[in-house]
Structure formats: C-alpha cells, structure tokens
C-alpha cells in the first residue's frame, strides 16, 4: 500500500546496500558487547544535570501557547499532557510492540524491510553513516502493518493491525492540532502556511511514518548506542517514550539533556521541515537514545510531513531585515534524499549564504 508517496519514493531512489545496516544483532544470544557495537565512550558519554529541563505543556493550560513557543524557540522540544489520546491505546501499543520484539530473531527476519523499502523490521535508516552499529532494532509502518503483520503471525495479526491503524489515526489528528498551535504562537494563519491548506483536497494528504524502536537490555551500555544523534526529517515527531529513560537532547553550550519519561505524555520534536518553515526561529532537536542494563526499553515515534510535492520554505511573515530568508523551497522527497546522502549537513545544502 501507499507506494507513490515521498519517503517510500526516497528509499527507493537511495536503497540500504549494506545488509549489516539492516540487519540487527540476535541480541539474547550475546553476553558480552562485540566489537562490532562498541563505541568510544566519548561518544556514549552521559548527560548533564539541568535545573531546568525540557518544558512540559498542559494543553488544557491558557498559557499553552506562549510555553510552546518559548520552548520551541529554546529546545526545539516539548512534551504535552492532557493531549486526548486515550490512555488505553498507549498501553496497547506497547504491549503490541513488545510482543513483536519479544519474538525469536529468526522470525522477526521474516519481516525484514527489503533495501529499497521504508517499512519492515530492522536497523533505522541512519544506521547507514556509522560504522559502529546500534543497539537497537525498529519496526517501521505506514498505513496498514498488514504485509509485514502477516508473516510474523499468519493467524493472529488483527490486533497489531488494528492498534496500529488506530494509533496513526489517533497521532493525525493530535498532530495537526499541536502544529496549528505551533503556528499560531507565531501568529502564522493557515493561509500563510501554504504546506496546509493544500493538504486536505485529492491526493494532497499529509505523510506519515510510524517508528516502533526496541532498545534491548545491554550487557556494556557505557559503549553502547540505541540511537546515534539525529534531527528528526519531519514536520513534526510525536514521541511515545514509555516510562523507560534514555532519550536525551542536545543544548548548545550545555551538553546531553536527559529527557525525564511522563507518565501518558508525548514528547514533541520540531523536525527540520518545521525549522525551515518558521526560517529558524524554531530549533531543530538534536537527540539520541542510549540504552541500559536491566530494562528493556520500547519507544513509539510518528514522524509527520507535508503532501507529495508541496514546497516547503521559511513562511514570508517570517522574513524581514533583521530575518533575511535562510533557506529555498525543497519537496519532501527532496529534503529526504539530501539527508540520505548528507544526514546531520542537510539543512545546510539549502540554505542561502548569509
Ligand atoms: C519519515 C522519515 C523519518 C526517517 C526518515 C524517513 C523514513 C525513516 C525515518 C527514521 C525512523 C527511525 C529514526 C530515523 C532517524 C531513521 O533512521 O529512520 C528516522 C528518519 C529521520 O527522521 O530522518
Ligand atoms: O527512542 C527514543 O527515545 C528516540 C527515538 C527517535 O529519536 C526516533 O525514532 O527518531
Ligand atoms: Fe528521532
């Protein structure tokens, strides 16, 4: 399903050729960490501690968006509570996905996502820039898991499907809202943004992908990567980080911020696209995920971008003297296969010189 839409057109045009960077390890089966995922300690090296971290907003709060801003403009992070999405529907999401992870490696390898295709068990993407390996495994979705649900359990994959589907659904909506009071603190209207009001009309209809990650307990996680730095390749990422820590955020000239697990809360992530839009006013969150040694961790993100070829550039209310535009229009597609080949430099391939 969904074929003909950018991220799948992106993996078909920059395939995974290295099978290792697909492939995950049989993690039960190693006692020791092999060589193969041991990372200087530098880069593994631990998080800072902050009086203040990562803001917190109740969407129910009359101050929402003045928090929201301030922390978009700050941390390019936020986590939301009281957002709506059923509790219930948290909790059977990560049911579903341990039960997949939980699965003998040999037959999560049934489903694993083939070079050229974006959904499927296996390493993330970004694996492919570092030759040390993760210690993680993820399963990506988008739409209906069916192809992929039904060779891991040729009987019983209505559930998966099903919460899956409902999941999406659910993340759609809740994400757009949040996106709508993104731009509103900016006081950007929908027409301003064009990237919106194209989107509801044919075949202009928002993309998404939907990330199950799996960080299994780690014998050495002072060497040990769940997750290597990265920016989010999105409008937006919603983040379901279960009650297991190990998500931190960068902050220029103070380090590794520990993101602290709430309870039923999302983490939010201003993607690059979002950065680009708002011509930088907005920060793009550079974040990893680092793993332990006695909790196996889950965490679920949905990544949400614009309808096929739609341009994205800096929002023209956003530019003036003081602002001068910062980058030209890119599609997703576009920005996708940039950060296939240039990853963490991609932003800066479209940016004007200033
Ligand atoms: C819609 C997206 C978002 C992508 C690219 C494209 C499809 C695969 C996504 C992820 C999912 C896992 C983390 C990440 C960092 C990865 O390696 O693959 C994500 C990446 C990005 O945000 O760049
Ligand atoms: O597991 C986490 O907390 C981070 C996951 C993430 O950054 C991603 O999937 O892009
Ligand atoms: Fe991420």
Known sequence: MNNNNSISASFKTNPTINLDHIIPLDFKTVLKLPKSHSWSTTTTSTHVEVDEGVPVVDLADPEALTLIRGACEKWG????TNHGVPIKLLKQIEFQSKKLFGLPTNQKLLAVRSPEECTGYGLPR?????SKLFWSEGFSIMGSPLHHARQLWPNHHFDFCNVMVEYQKELMGLTERILGLMFTSLDLTQED???FSESKNGSKHPQALLQLNSYPICPDPTRAMGLAPHTDSSLLTLLYQTNISG???????VGWVLVNPISG???VNVGDLMHIICNGRFKT???RALVNQTHHRISVAYFYGPPKDVNISPSIKLVDRDHPILYRP?????F???KATHFNKALDFIRFDV
Do not use: G, Y
């Open 77 to 80: 992070m936020f986590q939301v």
């Open 126 to 130: 970004i694996s492919t820039f570092f």
């Open 193 to 195: 943004v064009k990237c």
């Open 247 to 253: 998500l931190q955020v960068f902050r220029e000239n």
């Open 265 to 267: 809360a999302f983490v």
């Open 285 to 287: 969150a550079l974040h």
């Open 330 to 334: 890119v599609t997703w597609k576009e």
């Open 336 to 338: 996708l296969d940039s």
